[in-house]
Antibody, heavy 120, light 110 residues
């Protein structure tokens, strides 16, 4: 069965960086795109960007351009999201989600979420 | 500010029908038949309920349906059940390989 399993909760100081992983199983990693979506406390979902599991292409939200880096390791079937220069407003649950690489535009499987808390 | 506008909350009694709207622009909702809807229970990850505007994934009840008119997409839930109480999020492809979400709607089953 398809699973996306994310790394554990993180607590970071303002100005630091955080890296969250998303390990995929149950499907061919290279055939799908991994998106990242975050949810601040009590708020809606915010799209952050994507990385293509096959060719490594990526796209970022303009809101986060310059602070977020998305990568993947095909040998480990794992995608990574790194967010730098953390601010208190980055406190959120970060989700990875899968999109079919053949032109579909919906997220059919999601990771369990990773809580990132930014606090001094 | 979320790119797509949803009502903050809606409510209905068991057995009734409710509709949640999702208003975007001619650059996203109005330009593509690529709106999806997600159900999210507290402390859980979102779950895909509707994709490409009106299609249901396998396993999703046919009480859930989607539609679109102009720049506004809608999710209708008929025959409300207690288990439908959750947050609902709409999402649209917005061109140039980007996506946008709404602010989410809290559904209360009275």
């Amino acid at each position: 069965q398809v699973q996306l399993v994310q790394s554990g909760a993180e607590v970071k100081n303002p100005g630091a960086s955080v890296k969250v992983s998303c390990k995929a199983s149950g499907y061919i990693f290279n055939n799908y795109v991994i998106h990242w979506v975050r949810q601040a406390p009590g708020q809606g979902l915010e799209w952050m960007g994507w990385v293509n599991g096959g060719n490594g292409d990526r796209k970022y939200s303009q809101n986060l351009q310059g602070r977020v880096i998305l990568n993947r390791d095909t040998s480990a079937s794992t995608a990574y999201m790194e967010l730098s220069s953390l601010k208190s407003e980055d406190t959120a649950i970060y989700f990875c989600a899968r999109v079919d690489g053949s032109g579909h535009a919906f997220f059919d499987y999601w990771g369990q979420g990773t809580l990132v808390t930014v606090s001094s | 500010q979320p790119a797509l506008t949803q009502p903050a909350s809606v409510s209905g009694s068991p057995g009734q029908s409710i509709t949640i709207s999702c208003t975007g622009t001619s650059s996203d909702v109005g330009n593509y038949n690529l709106v999806s809807w997600y159900q999210q229970h507290p402390g859980k990850a979102p779950k895909l309920m509707i994709y490409e505007g009106h299609k249901r994934p396998s396993g999703v009840s046919d009480r859930f349906s989607g539609s679109k008119s102009g720049n506004t997409a809608s999710l209708t839930i008929s025959g409300l059940q207690a288990e439908d109480e959750a947050d609902y999020h709409c999402c649209s492809y917005a061109g140039d390989y980007t996506w946008v979400f709404g602010g989410g709607t809290k559904l209360t089953v009275l």
